[in-house]
């Protein structure tokens, strides 16, 4: 399984981006997707994840402002973040897993920058 993650960039505090993660590969082997931010110098924290059968889950930091969705014919995953924060800025990365877990860990993507500014 690969992952592609895109859509980082900069935006102002209060602006909105969309990340994109598109699997390919082995795909009938993933059952949850999700997405991580690490700031520098810290580990990797859960943001949101979705099952294939639509579940989802959000850090608190994140509920009411950042939205997990998926396309099942694009096998991509996205996550839509609006009313960004300073804070919000990190490196985002795609995750995948093979089992329900609310921490998919087996597959990973390259990062994707995304810059707040104040």
């Known amino acids: 399984v690969q992952l592609q993650a895109s859509g980082g960039g900069w935006v102002q505090t209060g602006g909105s981006l969309r990340l994109s993660c598109a699997a390919s590969?082995?795909?009938?082997?993933?059952?949850?997707m999700g997405w991580y931010r690490q700031y520098p110098g810290n580990q990797r924290e859960l943001v949101a994840v979705?099952?294939?059968?639509?579940?989802?889950n959000y850090a608190d930091s994140v509920k009411g402002r950042f939205t997990i969705s998926g396309d099942n014919t694009k096998n991509t995953v996205y996550l839509q973040m609006n009313s960004l924060k300073p804070e919000d800025t990190a490196v985002y990365y795609c995750?995948?897993?093979?089992?329900?877990?609310?921490?998919?860990?087996?597959?990973w993507g390259q990062g994707t920058q995304v810059t707040v500014s104040s």
């Open positions: 979705i099952t294939t059968g639509g579940g989802t």
């Open positions: 590969g082995s795909i009938f082997r993933i059952i949850v």
């Open positions: 995750a995948a897993d093979r089992l329900v877990s609310y921490y998919p860990k087996d597959y």
